[in-house]
């Protein structure tokens, strides 16, 4: 099973800032596979960006992922404090068919 | 536009069996671009996929639960659902349905869960 590992747990920043997420894999995922959502209090999980790198439908240009390999990144600039939520990295594999969440990192806006 | 609801029992008992429906609208679940999938939330474990199914009745099951679970289509109704057999306090989660979209680009399929389900609580106790 491939584990992703997210840092770091919590974020504490202020509104303007720019917020840095990190998610590392066990073993080398596919960048075609590996996803990053948003999910606040009582709500479903919102996806933010697939692929790696490409945006959702309706997300703005604020959230951008880049890696590759093992180490993939979500940034979010100028936060707002709507940002403020647990982000997860997601990743899916073959041959098993094989899909794992990270543990979660929570981004407070201050 | 696309919409998940989940729908079944909020409260089941130990070692009997959880079931979950998933009521999509919007979409055809009969149609070969999206897999269905249940994902499920606790405290303890976080997001864990649990299993889906393709529009030709097809099935992937996490490996943890392959041989408790079976997740099934019901075409006409535009539905899938979710059976979890012999039940433990640690199936206690909320339970999420799911889509997976797909997309080529530069010759490789990404795929990533665009819409989900409220999401339904089930908590196993007696």
């Known amino acids: 099973e491939i584990v992703l590992t997210q840092s770091p747990d919590t974020l504490s920043l202020s509104a303007g800032e720019r917020a840095t997420l990190s998610c590392r894999a066990s073993?080398?995922?596919?960048?075609?596979?590996l996803a990053w959502y948003q999910q606040k209090p009582g709500q479903p999980p919102r996806a933010l960006v697939y692929?790696?790198?490409s945006r959702a439908t309706g997300i703005p240009d604020r959230f951008s992922g880049s890696g590759s390999g093992t180490d993939f990144t979500l940034t979010i600039s100028r936060l707002e404090p709507e940002d403020s939520a647990v982000y997860y990295c997601?990743?899916?594999?073959?041959?098993?068919?094989?899909?794992?969440f990270g543990q979660g990192t929570r981004l407070e806006i201050k | 536009q696309v919409q998940l609801q989940e729908s079944g029992p909020g409260l089941v008992k130990p070692s009997q069996t959880l079931s979950l429906t998933c009521s999509v609208s919007?979409?055809?679940?009969?149609?070969?671009?999206?897999?269905w999938s249940w994902i499920r939330q606790s405290p303890g474990k976080g997001l864990e996929w649990i299993g889906y199914?393709?529009?030709?009745?097809?099935?992937a099951y996490n490996p943890s639960l392959k041989s408790r679970l079976s997740i099934s289509l019901a075409t006409a109704r535009n539905q899938f659902s979710l059976r979890l057999t012999s039940v433990t306090a640690a199936d206690t989660a909320v339970y999420y349905c799911?889509?997976?979209?797909?997309?080529?680009?530069?010759?490789?399929?990404?795929?990533?869960?665009?819409?989900w389900g409220q999401g339904k609580m089930v908590t196993v106790s007696s």
């Open positions: 799911a889509r997976e979209a797909t997309e080529i680009r530069n010759f490789a399929q990404e795929s990533y869960f665009d819409h």
């Open positions: 919007g979409v055809s679940i009969s149609s070969p671009d999206y897999y």
């Open positions: 199914v393709f529009y030709s009745g097809s099935t």
């Open positions: 073993q080398s995922v596919s960048s075609s596979n």
């Open positions: 692929g790696a790198s």
């Open positions: 997601q990743q899916y594999s073959s041959s098993p068919t094989e899909y794992t």
